[in-house]
């Protein structure tokens, strides 16, 4: 599908008389769109690869798979994070077949060609055959991507040379980021383990459903009446009831600028980082209260508010999702085909933090955002049913509307935490890029 086409069938639809915003459905469903979405989107926005924490030596690596292409993410014997394409230079094959190790040297299963962690052709095995100096220009050297750049520790790679900085890419969704890093005295880190799991539905929905909270209490009923019952008989049980009657005014959606958006909500599900909830058991209670009073002294009373009892929806434009909620998450999601996804999810937490904690966080993190949790199950059978559902109605579109229409750019704006600002944010610049009205180059 060419962008006069995408022009012709008119995807996203405003009428600021009606107050309506509306997407048309075969954006959740088109082949032709999915693949314009990997030229116009995929190619040239900056895309999450890894944390560093994940790279603790010289010589560790994953592999990772970002807009179908196979990466490795490795620390060179330098010290230095490097990505590289998972090819050799001789004849294609995939070099690193495992997703994570530690290596001197890759080495090609095929021909036996040895590569440092550098990328640097250093064997071809055999060499009788082979000119002196083949390599001279350096082109049998592995390749790696365009641009690689981080912040706080997480590392984004872009495909094209000339896109716009991090920096800038990141735009309000930087505070954010430094909100949830700020958990820590130190550095935060990815906690062992990884999550992955696949969804029938097009990866957009999932972004939708990261930060949007007008389905909570519906979808995740089930886990307010968990939170509910475990706080009767404490002090908590009125608080929970206090922070649920205001929880549709209490917080707010916040558009960051290129189509990032946060939803910022108070759901009293206690939080490891400095808000104990009964649930989580009365050990940990003094922990986590000494954690808020150190929050206090370092950052003031408002900043520390912010960091331990605002709940985080973040969304980065346009698969990064990192929840900091009663855990923090981080979630990629790899679009595979407009009606397929496969996400990969990780836990993040401050490496300081004591056995008691970790072992708080962890337990909240597996209990709701986990494959058997009470979260994610109830968002991906949501997910799947809204792929099927748009498969047979003659129903063109899908309204998101919810929240005042204010003047200025769609995605900056605010409304509160059961509106559709974020996702009007999202959708905007979706449609920027792949009409070609933004290039994200400088």
Same mark, same amino acid.
């Given at each position: 599908?060419?962008e006069?086409n995408?022009?012709?069938?008119?995807?996203?639809?405003?009428?600021?008389?009606?107050?309506?915003?509306?997407?048309?459905?075969?954006?959740?469903?088109?082949?032709?769109i999915?693949?314009?979405?990997q030229?116009?989107?995929?190619?040239k926005?900056?895309?999450?690869?890894?944390?560093? $924490?994940?790279?603790?030596?010289n010589?560790?690596?994953?592999?990772r798979?970002?807009a179908?292409?196979?990466?490795?993410?490795?620390?060179?014997k330098?010290?230095?994070?490097?990505v590289?394409?998972?090819?050799?230079?001789?004849?294609?094959?995939?070099?690193?077949?495992?997703?994570?190790?530690n290596?001197?040297?890759?080495?090609? /299963?095929?021909?036996?060609?040895?590569?440092?962690?550098?990328?640097? %052709?250093l064997s071809?095995?055999?060499?009788?055959?082979f000119?002196?100096?083949?390599?001279?220009d350096c082109?049998l050297?592995?390749?790696?991507?365009?641009?690689l750049? !981080?912040?706080?520790?997480?590392?984004?790679?872009?495909?094209? /040379?000339k896109?716009?900085? %991090?920096?800038?890419?990141?735009?309000?969704?930087?505070?954010?980021?430094?909100?949830?890093? #700020?958990?820590?005295?130190?550095e935060?880190?990815? %906690?062992?383990?990884?999550?992955?799991?696949?969804?029938? &539905?097009?990866?957009?929905y999932?972004?939708?459903n990261?930060?949007?909270?007008?389905?909570?209490?519906?979808?995740? &009923?089930?886990?307010?009446?968990?939170?509910?019952? !475990?706080?009767?008989?404490t002090?908590?049980?009125?608080?929970f009831?206090?922070?649920? !009657?205001?929880?549709?005014?209490?917080?707010?959606?916040r558009?960051?600028?290129?189509g990032?958006?946060?939803?910022e909500?108070? =759901?009293?599900?206690?939080?490891?980082?400095a808000?104990?909830?009964? $649930?989580m058991?009365?050990?940990?209670?003094e922990?986590?209260?000494?954690?808020?009073?150190?929050?206090?002294?370092?950052?003031?009373?408002?900043?520390?508010d912010?960091?331990?009892?605002?709940?985080?929806? %973040?969304?980065?434009f /346009?698969?990064?999702?990192?929840?900091?909620?009663?855990? =923090?998450?981080?979630?990629?999601? #790899?679009?595979e085909?407009?009606?397929?996804?496969?996400?990969?999810?990780?836990?993040?937490? /401050?490496?300081?933090?004591?056995?008691q904690?970790?072992?708080?966080?962890?337990?909240?993190?597996?209990?709701?955002?986990?494959?058997?949790g009470?979260?994610?199950?109830d968002?991906?059978?949501?997910l799947e049913?809204?792929?099927?559902?748009?498969?047979?109605t003659?129903?063109?579109?899908?309204?998101?509307?919810k929240?005042?229409?204010?003047?200025?750019?769609a995605?900056?704006l605010?409304?509160?935490?059961?509106d559709?600002?974020?996702?009007?944010?999202?959708?905007?610049?979706?449609?920027?890029?792949?009409?070609?009205?933004?290039?994200?180059?400088?």
């Amino acid at each position: 599908m060419s962008e006069s086409n995408l022009e012709s069938i008119n995807i996203i639809d405003v009428d600021s008389n009606k107050k309506s915003f509306r997407v048309r459905r075969t954006a959740y469903k088109s082949q032709e769109i999915f693949e314009l979405e990997q030229k116009q989107i995929f190619e040239k926005v900056w895309l999450y690869i890894g944390h560093g $924490s994940e790279l603790k030596k010289n010589g560790d690596f994953k592999t990772r798979r970002l807009a179908g292409r196979d990466l490795i993410f490795m620390r060179d014997k330098q010290g230095s994070v490097v990505v590289f394409y998972n090819s050799c230079s001789h004849r294609g094959a995939k070099l690193c077949r495992e997703t994570s190790g530690n290596t001197r040297n890759i080495v090609c /299963p095929y021909h036996g060609w040895v590569f440092n962690t550098e990328g640097k %052709l250093l064997s071809l095995k055999n060499e009788s055959g082979f000119s002196e100096d083949l390599n001279k220009d350096c082109h049998l050297d592995l390749v790696k991507v365009a641009r690689l750049e !981080s912040y706080r520790d997480f590392y984004f790679i872009n495909y094209n /040379p000339k896109a716009i900085s %991090l920096h800038d890419y990141l735009a309000g969704a930087r505070d954010v980021i430094d909100a949830i890093c #700020e958990q820590s005295e130190g550095e935060m880190i990815i %906690l062992p383990g990884e999550q992955n799991y696949t969804v029938r &539905a097009n990866y957009k929905y999932l972004a939708e459903n990261s930060y949007d909270g007008y389905h909570v209490e519906a979808t995740h &009923a089930s886990y307010l009446d968990y939170l509910r019952d !475990s706080a009767k008989g404490t002090p908590a049980e009125s608080k929970f009831d206090e922070i649920m !009657s205001t929880y549709a005014t209490a917080g707010q959606v916040r558009g960051l600028g290129n189509g990032h958006a946060v939803l910022e909500s108070y =759901v009293p599900s206690g939080r490891a980082v400095a808000q104990w909830h009964p $649930s989580m058991g009365a050990q940990f209670k003094e922990p986590i209260e000494a954690k808020k009073r150190s929050l206090v002294e370092r950052f003031g009373q408002e900043r520390a508010d912010y960091i331990a009892e605002t709940q985080k929806n %973040l969304v980065i434009f /346009p698969n990064l999702v990192i929840n900091d909620i009663m855990a =923090v998450t981080v979630r990629y999601i #790899e679009p595979e085909g407009p009606k397929f996804m496969r996400i990969n999810s990780w836990a993040l937490g /401050p490496a300081e933090e004591n056995e008691q904690l970790r072992a708080a966080r962890l337990d909240a993190y597996v209990s709701f955002l986990g494959p058997a949790g009470f979260g994610s199950p109830d968002d991906i059978e949501m997910l799947e049913l809204c792929q099927q559902g748009l498969e047979h109605t003659p129903n063109e579109w899908n309204e998101l509307s919810k929240g005042a229409f204010t003047d200025g750019d769609a995605r900056t704006l605010v409304g509160g935490p059961q509106d559709e600002v974020q996702l009007r944010a999202y959708w905007t610049q979706w449609d920027r890029l792949m009409r070609g009205v933004d290039t994200l180059e400088e």
